[in-house]
């Protein structure tokens, strides 16, 4: 149980909202227990920058968090879109290598790596929960990988789309979170493909688009010949 103790845990950034949890446990889901505060930040605000100190690790409750990195020219690459039951914030040294900022309104709980650490020598079922959310995202990491290594700019979109429905649960009718920016920076592409790449799918029959962020998928069969 968090005592008025936890507000003294070194976080870099002021959230919307920071509460101690009392009463049930802070993440009921995944035996993690009343190990973290519930934190909240407004859309495009960071959660940490590149660079700052990591002694945190977060698990989004609701909203979607881009973790981004600026290029030597300009340039933005997203190299992930945590959404809800995910963790982020993971390194394997003392710093963040890249900045994790909020797409929508975010809720999150930050966990204290040492308080987690601590926890996992007592409980076998906290390593074991820590280990499977970890190899959740090496799985999406690998998937990323092979989608900017090997897949054309219809391939990423197509592959894009199926992913996010099976992440997001939504069915055939998948509510975009992230601008179309933000989708080419993760895909390895332009902006201007991108759009091209969704105007060439609704073209073809495969999807039906609602405005910049409400798209039906009307051919799953398709979209996962396309993506293979």
Avoid at 29 to 54: C, H, K, Q, W
Avoid at 173 to 181: D, N, P, Q, T, Y
């Amino acid at each position: 149980m968090l005592t008025q103790a936890a507000h003294a845990i070194q976080l870099n950034h002021q959230p919307d909202i920071v509460l101690p949890l009392r009463g049930k446990r802070a993440d009921e889901t995944s035996g993690l227990g009343a190990l973290g505060i519930v934190m909240s930040f407004g859309r495009n605000t960071e959660v940490y920058a590149e660079g700052e100190p990591a002694g945190n690790v977060y698990k989004v409750v609701s909203g979607v968090v881009r973790i981004s990195k600026l290029l030597p020219d300009g340039r933005r690459q997203i190299s992930a879109f945590h959404m809800p039951g995910d963790m982020f914030g993971f390194e394997a040294d003392d710093l963040h290598h890249a900045s994790a900022e909020a797409v929508t309104p975010v809720k999150v709980i930050a966990y204290k790596w040492e308080s987690l650490l601590t926890a996992g020598c007592r409980s076998a079922s906290l390593v074991r929960d820590l280990l499977n959310l970890t190899m959740v995202g090496l799985r999406q990491t690998q998937e990323h990988l092979l989608l900017l290594g090997r897949k054309n700019a219809l391939e990423r979109v197509a592959a894009f789309l199926l992913d996010t429905a099976k992440r997001t649960k939504s069915g055939s009718i998948i509510e975009l979170a992230m601008a179309r920016h933000d989708i080419a920076d993760y895909l390895g592409l332009t902006l201007e493909t991108v759009s091209r790449m969704f105007a060439e799918l609704k073209e073809r029959g495969v999807i039906r688009l609602e405005g910049a962020r409400r798209v039906h998928l009307l051919d799953k069969d398709q979209l996962a010949a396309m993506s293979a």
